[in-house]
């Protein structure tokens, strides 16, 4: 399933090695792409959207919905 956040906080590179590893620890076989200036997140992932974003959430960063 593919799945879209838009994610505030991130700021430089260190932020979405962040937002990527912490989704990466939930699902292993996830691909993460992060347009950063957009505040975009989108993941393909067969989990849920509301554990990825709790992935998200529990690292640091607002999930806008």
């Known amino acids: 399933m593919n799945h879209l956040f838009t994610v505030t906080g991130m700021t430089c590179g260190h ?8 989704i990466v620890q939930l699902d292993p076989k996830a691909t993460v792409v992060i ?3 957009a505040n975009k997140v ?3 992932s067969e989990h849920s959207q509301a554990s990825l974003a709790k992935a998200i959430v529990e690292e640091g960063y607002a999930v806008v919905t």
């Open 42 to 44: 989108q993941v393909q």
């Open 15 to 22: 932020c979405e090695k962040a937002v990527t590893a912490a």
């Open 35 to 37: 347009d950063r200036g």
